[in-house]
C-alpha cells in the first residue's frame, strides 16, 4: 500500500493553508492600493514607489524552486509555521519603517517567507487530503483565496483612509494569527526538522534566483539581463543538485503540464493590460468600469473554482485541465469579434473567468498527481515560478502587440490574437503531456 492511499482527509489543515495562502497571495493588490500615501510620507516618487511590489514579487519568485526542494526535506508542519511567522515579522517591520529602504527590507523577508509558504502548499495538501478529494481541496483553496483578494484591496482602502498606510501591513495579522494556531494543532509533524541550508542548496538558490529575477526584470527596458539569466540558468543547470529538478520537467506527464500553466498565465495579459484601456480608451468607461470588468473575470473564477474540484476528483485532473484550456481560449476567440458595449465585453470576461476558475484548480492537482513521493515541494516551487513568469510575460507580449498595431481597438484586438495563439499552443501542450 503506498503512502498516499494511507492518507486519511483532515479539513483543517486545509483551511489553514486557504488561510496563508490568501495572506501571501493578496499582498500585492493590498499594497498597491497604499503606495501613493508610502510615497508621499517617505518622500519616494511613482517609480520608486513601483518596488514596493516588486520587492515582494521577485524573491517570491525567484526562490520558489530551492525553498521547495528545501521544504522536501524539513517537517511540513515546522516549516509552515516558520513561513507564517516570518510573514508576520516582516509584515510588522514594513509597518513601522522608518526609511523607504526599511520597508522594502521588510518586503523582500516578506517575499522569501511568503515564497515558503507556497512552496508548503503541495507538500501539505499530500499530507492532510486523500488523493481522490484533492481536487475539490485545491478547490476549496482556490476559492477562498480568490473571494478574500477580491474584498482585501476595497478593505485595505478603507483601513488606509481612517488609519493611514502603514496599518494596512498590519491589516492581515490576526489572518495570519488564526492559521498559525489552526496549523500547529492540526498539521502533523514527522520528526525531521528545520536542516539548515547546505552551500549547494545557497549556490542554487543564488543561480536559479538570479536567472529568474533576471528574466523577470528584463521586461522592464532591460533585455540585456537575459544574458545574466541565460549564463546563470546554464551554471545552475550544471550543479548537481540540479539533475532532481531537470528529472522531474523532463517527465512529460509533467513537464509538459508545467509548461502549459506558464503559457495559459500569459492570459493575465488580457486583464491587466488589454482590458483597462480597451474600456476607457475605447469604450469611454472610467476606472470604476474597469473594476467591474475584473470583478466580472474574478467572478467567474471563483464560482467554477470548487465546481473544478469535484469534477477533477470525478474524472481526472487532465480532462478538467483541458475543458478549462479549452474554453479559455474559446473565450478569448469571442473577444476577437466586434465589441459593441461594456456590457457586450462583460459577459465575454464572465466566459473566460469560467474557463481559468476550471483550468487553476485542475492544473494545481495535475501538477500534484505528476510530482514524484518526496518532491512535493520542488512541484509547487516549478509551478509557482512558471505561472509568475507566465504573469509577467503575458502583459509585456500584449503591450508590444497592441502597441505595434497603434493602440485602440485594432491594439486590443490584435493583443488579444497573439494571447489567443499562445493559448492554442497552450492546448496543443496539454494534449501532448497526457498520462497515458
Not at 206 to 229: K, M, N, P, Q
Not at 266 to 292: R, S
Not at 414 to 428: E, K, N, P, S
Request: hydrophobic share 60%; with cysteine; charged share 10%.
Amino acid at each position: 500500500m503506498t503512502q498516499d492511499a494511507q492518507v486519511r482527509t483532515r479539513w483543517a489543515p486545509v483551511v489553514a493553508l486557504a488561510m496563508a495562502m490568501l495572506v501571501v497571495t493578496s499582498e500585492m493588490t493590498v499594497a498597491a492600493v497604499v503606495l501613493p500615501g508610502l510615497g508621499g510620507e517617505l518622500d519616494v516618487g511613482p517609480a520608486g514607489t513601483a518596488w514596493v511590489l516588486l520587492a515582494y514579487t521577485l524573491p517570491m519568485a525567484a526562490i520558489a524552486i530551492p525553498a521547495g526542494r528545501w521544504v522536501d526535506r524539513a517537517d511540513v508542519r515546522s516549516a509552515f509555521l516558520l513561513s507564517l511567522a516570518g510573514v508576520a515579522v516582516a509584515g510588522v517591520l514594513t509597518a513601522v519603517a522608518p526609511a523607504f529602504w526599511v520597508l522594502l527590507l521588510g518586503r523582500v523577508l516578506q517575499g522569501a517567507a511568503g515564497s515558503l509558504v507556497l512552496a508548503g502548499y503541495m507538500p501539505i495538501v499530500v499530507a492532510a487530503v486523500a488523493p481522490e478529494q484533492r481536487g475539490r481541496a485545491i478547490g476549496y483553496v482556490i476559492t477562498i483565496m480568490t473571494v478574500g483578494g477580491l474584498v482585501g484591496a476595497p478593505l485595505g482602502g478603507f483601513v488606509a483612509g481612517a488609519f493611514g498606510w502603514r496599518s494596512v501591513f498590519l491589516l492581515k495579522l490576526p489572518v495570519v494569527v488564526v492559521a498559525l494556531w489552526l496549523g500547529w494543532r492540526s498539521l502533523r509533524g514527522d520528526g525531521r526538522g528545520l536542516p539548515v541550508p547546505d552551500r549547494g542548496l545557497v549556490l542554487e538558490a543564488v543561480l536559479l534566483g538570479g536567472a529568474i529575477t533576471s528574466v523577470l526584470l528584463a521586461f522592464e527596458d532591460r533585455a540585456w539581463l537575459l544574458v545574466v539569466a541565460l549564463v546563470s540558468a546554464v551554471w545552475w543547470g550544471r550543479l548537481p543538485a540540479s539533475r532532481p529538478v531537470l528529472a522531474l520537467v523532463r517527465r512529460r506527464p509533467f513537464g509538459l503540464p508545467l509548461l502549459t500553466l506558464s503559457l495559459v498565465s500569459t492570459l493575465g495579459g488580457v486583464m491587466f493590460f488589454l482590458v483597462p484601456y480597451h474600456v476607457t480608451d475605447v469604450l469611454g468607461g472610467t476606472p470604476e468600469d474597469v473594476g467591474v470588468a475584473l470583478l466580472v473575470f474574478v467572478a467567474g473564477v471563483s464560482a467554477l473554482a470548487v465546481v473544478s474540484g469535484w469534477l477533477t476528483d470525478r474524472y481526472g485532473p487532465w480532462r478538467v485541465t483541458m475543458a478549462g484550456s479549452v474554453l479559455s481560449a474559446l473565450a478569448l476567440g469571442l473577444l476577437l469579434l466586434p465589441v459593441t458595449s461594456f456590457v457586450d465585453l462583460c459577459w465575454r470576461l464572465a466566459v473566460l473567468g469560467v474557463g481559468q476558475g476550471l483550468f487553476n484548480t485542475a492544473m494545481n492537482a495535475l501538477v500534484v498527481a505528476g510530482a514524484p513521493e518526496g518532491m512535493a515541494g520542488a512541484a509547487g516551487g516549478l509551478s509557482s515560478t512558471a505561472r509568475m513568469v507566465g504573469q509577467t510575460v503575458g502583459p509585456a507580449v500584449a503591450a508590444l502587440a497592441a502597441g505595434l498595431a497603434g493602440g485602440g481597438g485594432a491594439g486590443f484586438r490584435t493583443g488579444v490574437a497573439v494571447l489567443t495563439a499562445v493559448a492554442v499552443v497552450a492546448v496543443g501542450t496539454l494534449a501532448g503531456g497526457k498520462q497515458r
